[in-house]
């Protein structure tokens, strides 16, 4: 049965939902708008960030989960950006390197 | 619990969801792709030996379109197909799939897996990938030719790899992926939540250490080459180009070292995935039959998650020459050669073992013994290959074929063969012959060595790895003889094997009874009967004391005392380490485990994405090309059945069924209508001529979306199972843990859909 009983109520839930409606609604004005592409996916990646937080904090419960709880999903999600900054030097910078010499 | 009642022949053999079973036919399906392999290798040697001369006996039946020998396309089939069933339909089978599902229960005093259903189909997926690659070689064109490691741009490309058996591997690899996924899920929650009252975490055999750290490795790591294999595929039959460039991509492609690098950062660790199970069991085996504890265990259990760790992290020397970035090199180089540490430990942890120990030479300590010895040679040749400036001149020679047989080869069949010899008596309730057991080994031993070592001196000469004639080559002409001795000893090894099968048989139906503990060993295993009744004990059982209790004091005439023995050196329950004190269910810590392994599959999708893109050069963006304020509305629609989803896990925490079954509805409908969205923006896209074939964003969209939709039709089937099923009382008592772990799952899609809709749609 279950074990850690969740503590979020039904406002939160709203609440949440509703900022993830708000944080979208962000997204799509900022792409929309005249702002400078790094501001933009600056901003972006907070976004995703907040809203996949949001997510797995409250609809997925990890707020009130073990410590160890959230080392199951934080491990890949650590090895997962390690990765892909690990292929940069080969598959980022020498792709367009490889372009550059061939024109 | 699997219940294991009055069953038919059918599912208690074909269907059966008993550990035990499944390890039977885990190990059946292994032996048998044990000996198609070995006999692909001696095609191979024998065409190495005497180049296109006829195949004595067999060749006629085999190649009768040919006259009875190879013909150049033969042979690239055969060292692909031998190096595929090699690791993946026989090494793989016989030490996770048999090793993993029968011991695990037995040594942690557990009734069955923690999911047995979970179990059965993960057996079936391996099945139904091993018919897919025996189909293979029977199709047009032939089987698979690209090698094991599949590389691109030979195997994505229908023009260089043209048939179907290519397209079948790798469905088949990928079936693979799937069963040791479910199986790695598996493990995991079994060995962390149905451990013996008592079993502590210091107090598991090194065996299931082991077991613990390969199925940890498979769940992180192998999603990154099923992810990379789905592109091949898409590559091959949907004209994409994730891993052509050039020429061969005319309307923009992808890079084909990227699938070096999603290969490799699994392929690496594979060989720890093969070899930790090995070492555990070795660690173990030492100690029973040097009747001493296992020296230095906690540096054991440390240096074997080091081992899992750095093994995530050196995957680039596979690559030295690939014209990755040399500063990257030195960076895998480092990493690469510090896995000889930990290793290091656990070489001096197995020699402190045997010393000064009552050694007895049975056959499985013979066959551990030479998992030392080979290992010992296997690694001494692997530290070479780690360093960049001598990489370059022996890559794809000879050298590094003798290397990875002596590891993966050599070390792995010797555990392999260990563990059969070792178990043997539990699972099959007799004991195998001694006599043959040991001429098996020896023979096994000499040979061995005298195949594989020969591989690292013509590697030496400059001996290439794939091809199928060294006559042809001038400064090769000196080493053919070596090549003819490697054939011949080849045929002899092999030939050697039969003693292992007609001993194996025999020993079946006519083998000495066995008693409950024949090796007097001390782990939880060996004290319930052999072989062990359905649920495996007849009293569940309490753990007192370690897994290697030789020579112990208070241990009376006898020099072990089992695990479940009280004494006067017993110790007292470990407290919180039991099973009893993890917070957690089993369904909910599988389906955790479950979506680690789902994250590294998207990270092979989305991080692919994010590289292909950010390095070519003509950009394209969703914003150019998709309707935004449709995606805008559809992730509204998702977003808000993740609230649903939340809402029926508060209704069913409240008890209040009505509710969960209308939220559980309305979810469906949620995810449904996302569906329907979607249909219609790959419809409006198709229509205006922006296909998945348009170019490289058309690919990366039409993938990650389509592969994100199917995760949510599963998830709708899902919710739908449940919104079924709750129509009956009977299943109110079990909702909670079910609606949870469905509920992580659409939350997890949710996630994925937040990701991609910015780095897909808006960036």
């Known amino acids: 049965m ?50 996949a937080l949001l997510i797995a904090l409250f609809f997925m419960h990890l707020k009130s989960e ?16 390690l990765f892909i900054f690990a292929l940069f030097p080969d598959i980022v910078y020498h792709a367009a390197q490889t372009f550059e010499h061939r024109i | 619990m699997s219940g294991h009642g009055k069953e038919s022949f059918i599912s208690r053999f074909v269907f059966s969801t008993d550990h035990k079973v499944i390890a039977i036919q885990y190990l059946i399906t292994g032996l048998l792709f044990l000996g198609f392999g070995g006999a692909m290798a001696l095609l191979m040697r024998w065409q190495l030996a005497f180049p296109w001369q006829p195949i004595p006996f067999i060749g006629h039946l085999l190649f009768s379109s040919s006259g009875g020998f190879l013909v150049p396309e033969h042979y690239p089939m055969l060292f692909t197909m031998h190096g595929s069933i090699m690791v993946f339909f026989a090494i793989t089978p016989i030490l996770l799939g048999a090793l993993g599902n029968y011991s695990i229960p037995l040594e942690i005093g557990a009734q069955d897996m923690a999911f047995p259903r979970l179990n059965m189909m993960s057996y079936g997926s391996l099945f139904l990938g091993s018919v897919l690659i025996t189909i293979s070689f029977f199709m047009p064109g032939g089987a698979a030719g690209s090698g094991w490691t599949i590389y691109t741009p030979l195997s994505s490309s229908t023009t260089t790899s043209i048939g ?16 040791l996924l ?12 149905l451990r013996a009252r008592g079993m502590s975490l210091r107090r598991l055999p090194l065996t299931t250490w082991g077991l613990f750290f390969s199925a940890v490795l498979n769940t992180v790591w192998l999603p990154l080459v099923v992810a990379a294999l789905i592109m091949v595929l898409c590559d091959r039959r949907l004209d994409t180009a994730f891993f052509t460039a050039g020429p061969l991509a005319p309307r923009g492609g992808g890079q084909a070292l990227l699938y070096q690098h999603l290969f490799w950062g699994f392929g690496h660790p594979e060989v720890y995935i093969l070899i930790l199970p090995v070492w555990g069991l070795v660690g173990d085996l030492l100690s029973v039959f040097s009747r001493k504890p296992a020296f230095g265990y906690a540096a054991t259990v440390i240096s074997m998650s080091t081992i899992s760790v750095l093994s995530g992290v050196v995957w680039g020397h596979h690559m030295f020459t690939s014209g990755m970035n040399p500063l990257v090199g030195k960076a895998f180089m480092f990493l690469t050669i510090s896995i000889s540490i930990p290793t290091a430990v656990f070489f001096l942890n197995w020699l402190a073992t045997l010393w000064r120990g009552s050694i007895h030479f049975t056959t499985p300590m ?46 792995v069949l010797f555990g392999a063969f260990a563990f059969i010899y070792f178990w043997f008596p539990k699972i099959f309730g007799r004991e195998m012959n001694s006599f043959l057991g040991k001429l098996h080994f020896w023979l096994s031993l000499v040979l061995l060595n005298a195949v594989f070592f020969p591989m690292i001196l013509v590697g030496l000469r400059g001996h290439m790895r794939r091809i199928a004639d060294a006559t042809g080559y001038t400064f090769l002409q000196p080493v053919q003889n070596l090549n003819v001795w490697m054939g011949w000893a080849a045929l002899f090894l092999v030939g050697s094997q039969l003693i292992f099968f007609i001993n194996f048989i025999v020993s079946l139906f006519a083998g000495r009874k066995a008693s409950s503990n024949p090796w007097n060993a001390a782990s939880l295993a060996w004290t319930t009967s052999s072989p062990p009744p359905p649920e495996n004990f007849e009293v569940v059982p309490s753990v007192y004391r370690g897994p290697h209790e030789y020579s112990a004091p208070g241990s009376g005439d006898r020099d072990w005392m089992t695990q479940s023995e009280r004494g006067s050196s017993a110790t007292t329950f470990a407290g919180k380490e039991t099973a009893v004190s993890v917070p957690v269910t089993s369904g909910k810590l599988g389906i955790w485990v479950f979506l680690v392994s789902e994250i590294m599959l998207f990270t092979g999708f989305i991080g692919s994405y994010i590289v292909l893109r950010l390095g070519n050069p003509v950009k394209i963006s ?64 198709w229509e205006s001529g922006f296909t998945i074939s348009s170019n490289l964003f058309g690919s990366c969209y039409y993938l990650l979306t389509g592969f994100h939709a199917l995760h949510v039709l599963s998830g709708i089937v899902v919710i739908l199972c449940l919104w079924f099923a709750s129509r009956k009382p009977a299943f109110w008592t079990v909702a909670e843990g079910r609606v949870e772990g469905s509920g992580l799952y659409w939350h997890f899609i949710d996630i994925v859909w937040v990701i991609l809709f910015a780095v897909l749609c808006l960036i």
């Open chain 1, 2 to 51: 279950h074990e850690t009983k969740s503590n979020v109520g039904l406002a939160s839930y709203i609440w949440v939902f509703a900022g993830l409606i708000f944080l979208t609604a962000l997204e799509v004005l900022a792409v929309s708008a005249d702002f400078s592409k790094t501001a933009v996916l600056l901003f972006l990646l907070g976004t995703v960030a907040a809203k």
């Open chain 1, 66 to 81: 073990k410590w160890w709880v959230w080392l199951l999903p934080a491990l890949p999600v650590l090895l997962s950006i």
């Open chain 2, 164 to 179: 179907w058996g290519q397209d079948l591997l790798i469905l088949g690899l990928a079936l693979d992926g799937v069963s």
């Open chain 2, 182 to 193: 479910m199986g790695g899920i598996n493990y995991i929650t079994t060995i962390v939540k």
């Open chain 2, 366 to 411: 013979l066959f551990a013994l030479g998992v030392v010895f080979v290992f010992a040679i296997g690694g001494l040749t692997g530290l070479y290959n780690a360093v960049q400036t001598i990489d370059v001149y022996i890559h794809d020679t000879y050298v590094v074929v003798g290397h990875f047989h002596y590891t993966l080869a050599a070390s």
């Open chain 2, 622 to 685: 969703g914003l150019q090309v998709l309707n935004i304020p449709l995606l805008a509305i559809n992730t509204g629609v998702l977003l808000t059945s993740s609230l649903t989803m939340a809402l029926s896990l508060r209704a069913v925490q409240m008890r209040d069924y009505v509710n969960l079954r209308r939220w559980l509805l309305l979810t469906a409908g949620l995810g449904s209508l996302f569906l329907m969205i979607k249909f219609f923006d790959y419809l409006h896209m």
